[in-house]
T-cell receptor
Framework: GENVEQHPSTLSVQEGDSAVIKCTYS??????FPWYKQELGKRPQLIID?????GEKKDQRIAVTLNKTAKHFSLHITETQPEDSAVYFC????????????FGGGTRVLVKP | KAGVTQTPRYLIKTRGQQVTLSCSPI?????VSWYQQTPGQGLQFLFE???????NKGNFPGRFSGRQFSNSRSEMNVSTLELGDSALYLC????????????FGSGTQLSVL
């Protein structure tokens, strides 16, 4: 089955700096890669996703890149703000399988004012 | 629209007992999936139901089971509880599953003593 590894497990940045989280996956059939943000005590929420037919996607301060050949994808947050502090999860799934997300272990991001 | 509703919010059980958790998806959503969240293992996929049929299953023992009703509401059951089953159980819904945004509930926090 699919295996997703996520690095780093914790990330501390100064407000205004950039944050980068990297994930690798093992199943070449995976073609959908979402990122979820989970604030303390809250439910996970989708912040951005990318499908295998594109290499990069941006949404304001957030961007995701995908390298299918190397089987890795990354989340980039620019101009970080204190409200970006949360745990971020990457995930992967082959969409033909319906919903069967395999999540990475999570990255705890702390943005210091 | 009302969000995904999970009941109960908290549950305390003893080893050997069984437990049933409930999830009401967003109206119109036909895919309901369940995830187990623990500090050590992160978010792990349990199973997905679509139109009352189990479409996908994760790598959990047979003690974990679920079902979906005609109104898309879903229940999951854990029999013969073990200490290691203590976790936050999250339910998520989406219209069809696959490469779609998942809407998570607040979860049921299960403690096994």
């Amino acid at each position: 089955g699919e295996n997703v590894e996520q690095h780093p497990s914790t990330l501390s940045v100064q407000e205004g700096d950039s944050a980068v989280i990297k994930c690798t996956y093992s199943d070449s059939a995976s073609n959908y890669f979402p990122w979820y943000k989970q604030e303390l005590g809250k439910r996970p929420q989708l912040i951005i996703d990318i499908r295998s037919n594109v290499g990069e996607k941006k949404d304001q301060r957030i961007a995701v890149t995908l390298n299918k050949t190397a089987k890795h994808f990354s989340l980039h947050i620019t101009e970080t703000q204190p409200e970006d502090s949360a745990v971020y999860f990457c995930a992967a799934t082959p969409t033909a399988a319906g919903n069967k997300l395999t999540f990475g272990g999570g990255t705890r991001v702390l943005v210091k004012p | 629209k009302a969000g995904v509703t999970q009941t109960p919010r908290y549950l305390i059980k003893t080893r050997g007992q069984q437990v049933t958790l409930s999830c009401s998806p967003i109206s119109g959503h036909r895919s309901v999936s369940w995830y187990q969240q623990t500090p050590g293992q992160g978010l792990q996929f349990l199973f997905e139901y679509f139109s009352e049929t189990q479409r996908n299953k994760g790598n959990f023992p047979g003690r974990f089971s679920g079902r979906q009703f005609s109104n898309s509401r879903s229940e999951m059951n854990v029999s013969t509880l073990e200490l290691g089953d203590s976790a936050l159980y999250l339910c998520a819904s989406s219209p069809y599953g696959g490469d779609e945004k998942l809407f998570f509930g607040s979860g049921t926090q299960l403690s096994v003593l």
